[in-house]
């Protein structure tokens, strides 16, 4: 029910194309996850994610299980039956949320407890419950629960947390009752190297389906990012997948991908387009600019998206100066699908290994300003 | 370029099904034409509507007109080009506007001065300027400039207001310029009869290609609009397409039909979905209610949409609850093809001359309650 192959090495780097089969399908890789926190990716339907090309879709355990509840979903039959996705569902912990959720949640050595975001209600969340919760969403790929650090982080608190992270990694593990459905194991130990050794080494005793980086993309500068991803993926072993998390910027796509790494996601496309920036081969478009008045063009030339192919710069502009649904609708659209299309000719480039070459066009074109969230 | 045939009269009420040819193409009647105040009907996608079978919408000039402007819109080659909508489309004329935005405008003999309710610039409309930007709309049917009166309204204001609106009509008929587009001639006079008389009389000797029955939907009691569209219908010429402005609210819809009415249109589906509100053969559902929260059906069993075909009423509510715009498009989907439904029964219930029939088991399973807007 979970399987990974390496489909193709590039010959002139880490960069690899693969093929995972989960429990909803096949997909390959490198793969981008569209984010759907509250079970569903914002302003865009199912059936649209289908025809984009999206395999896989991120969903957040701890949203989920406040609103509708796990109940809920379970009685519907999990979450792919609630929602509606066919496809496969990764599943954060709620690891994310120990970070974003700072000021509303307590860690001990038995889990992390929160109040609730919504109405304060206490929730308490052990790495067990987090494992059962995601086998009763019917997730396909389980991640555990693990404490995702602030940048910066002091040495002493990162290697303390690191341990807490690694015993909670054990018991996830542990906690697994159904069979077929994969569990990742998370790295933490802040930018810290050592620790990241340390940590792997610990992660792979235990032995996971595959593996993530976690703890990057919390506000640290660029460089640094880069720098941990590039000293981190190598540690891990080759014959598992390798997701970065909250990552999906596409110049951190295309450094990460060289590296090894075959997994992302971020809300940052969606939640870009619903902000009106949209994204083309050369760079980011702020549709709302009055440069795009009278623009007949598409948002990108080339582009095959159902918003390229129909719609105007000029009325997208039009739509999201007065404040339609629409305009996040389309601008979703021609997101998602730029992702899908950047992920699709990173895997074509690999396959005839010019993933360097890829890259390096990509970049000179996009620009290589850096920025995610 | 524009053709009403009467397909069948049923043979126990006034009640007509037609056809007509326009300039973008042919659509039956009795048709509801859901409304696209900005150029898009809001939170649902052209091809969706055309999936839906929707084959006209109506947009709003005075909006338009203010944002982005006629001339955006002209030079993109006109409306249909602009939306990417490929089907007919009504434009209404701002009479509406002189209703709705009563605060923010003068009428003078000449026209209507607004100020802007976006930022107040002063904008006026002559009847002929309404008639010349609707042809660079693109618009398939033409509505002139009129003056839509409050309710209630004085007997001696109406009749001056009638008055002026049969001025404007005759100088909009005059103003037409580009061959092939119709344009309907509207009725006002309050809810008196014998102004009605009189200005129906007054615009089919000017001579139009349909007619509408206007200045009903502003907040008249459910009983009055009953009775003044009852008693204004059957003034019209038999051979002309018949439209009641304003007016979508499923019974308000079926009593209209029997009475021989073969357009509407109406903010109330499309409005109603974004807030929560659904439709169903047995009435509205108010989809955030507690009672829906472990309900795995579809919001209305036996329903082909879309949305019913793959999402549950506890799904929906769900996504309601926790904010998501994916609530919103896809309450719209179901309420729209809700609407399409209604009339495609309607043509065939007159067609097979069971038209009374078909309305009183509707409204035994819907209600009588009566609300619009």
Redesign the interface.
């Known amino acids: 029910m979970f399987k990974f192959s390496i489909f193709h090495n590039d010959s002139s780097c880490r960069a690899r194309a693969g093929v995972i089969e989960a429990g909803h399908g096949i997909f390959e890789t490198p793969a981008f996850m569209p984010v759907a926190t ?3 990716v ?6 649209e994610l289908e025809e984009i090309g999206v395999e896989i879709i991120l969903c957040n355990t701890y ?1 989920l299980a406040i ?2 509840g796990r109940g ?1 979903i379970k ?3 999990g979450l792919h039956r ?3 996705w066919k496809k496969n569902i990764l599943t954060d912990s709620g690891g994310y949320q120990v970070f974003s959720l700072a000021k509303l949640r307590k860690i001990m050595p038995e889990g992390v407890k929160f109040n609730s975001h919504v109405d304060g209600t206490a929730i308490f969340f052990s790495p067990e419950d987090v494992v059962e919760i995601q086998e009763d969403l019917g997730s396909d790929i389980i991640m555990p629960l693990d404490e995702c650090l602030p940048y910066p982080c002091e040495y002493n608190y990162a290697r303390d947390s690191l341990d807490l992270t690694l015993n909670w990694a054990l018991r996830s593990k542990n906690a697994l009752k159904r069979e077929g459905r994969a569990l990742f194991g998370i790295s933490q130990g802040s930018f810290y190297k050592d620790l990241r050794r340390k940590g792997i080494e610990e992660l792979v005793n235990i032995g996971f389906d595959g593996y993530a980086i976690g703890g990057v993309s919390v506000g640290e500068e660029h460089s640094l990012r880069e720098e941990a991803v590039s000293s981190t993926a190598p540690l891990f072993p080759r014959e598992k997948p390798l997701y970065v998390m909250g990552v999906g910027y596409p110049p951190d796509v295309l450094h990460a991908c060289g590296e090894g790494v075959d997994m992302f996601d971020c809300v940052m496309p969606t939640r870009n387009a ?1 902000n009106g920036t949209t994204f083309t081969r050369n760079g980011k478009m702020i549709i709302r600019n009055a440069e795009f ?2 623009d ?1 063009r598409p948002l990108e030339e080339g582009c095959l998206c ?1 918003t390229c192919c ?3 710069r ?2 997208l ?3 999201f ?2 404040k ?3 305009a ?3 601008n979703t659209i021609h997101n998602i699908y730029f992702m899908e299309r950047l992920m699709r000719e990173i895997r074509e480039s690999i396959k005839e290994d010019r993933f360097l070459a890829y890259k390096k066009e990509f970049l000179n074109n996009f620009g290589r300003k850096y920025e995610c969230k």
């Open positions: 509250q079970g569903d914002k302003a865009i339907e199912p059936r949203h609103r509708p809920v009685e519907a039959g609630f929602t509606s619903r008045t009278r007949n159902y129909n719609f105007s000029s009325y502009r039009h739509l100066n007065v339609e649904i629409l996040m609708q389309l």
